[in-house]
């Protein structure tokens, strides 16, 4: 999916990336800017848009609200309880 997002281009021409970041069961979305300060030292610029990401539920096989089949779904009274434990 984030292929067709964001296609590879080996040429590296510009100073911007796009960060996915998996914590927690949650998707980070960042936006970043290479900021060159000397020819051995860079740093990075956040920009906008930043979201966040929260899987709801895992479809197998095609979107069919209706009469798909899942093969995970997320139970918040069962899994929003410990922060230790984690649901796959």
């Keep these: 999916m984030f292929a067709s997002l964001f296609p590879h281009n080996p040429q590296f021409i510009g100073r911007q990336v796009a960060t996915f970041h998996n914590q927690r069961d949650y998707i980070f979305f960042r936006f970043h800017r290479y900021i060159f300060k000397s ?8 920009l906008g848009p930043r979201f966040t990401l929260k899987l709801r539920s895992l479809q197998k096989g095609t979107f069919d609200s209706k009469y798909g089949e899942y093969e995970w779904v997320h139970k918040p009274r069962e899994m929003d309880t410990s922060r230790r434990k984690f649901h796959l």
């Design 39 to 46: 020819e051995k030292k860079v740093g990075i610029q956040e």
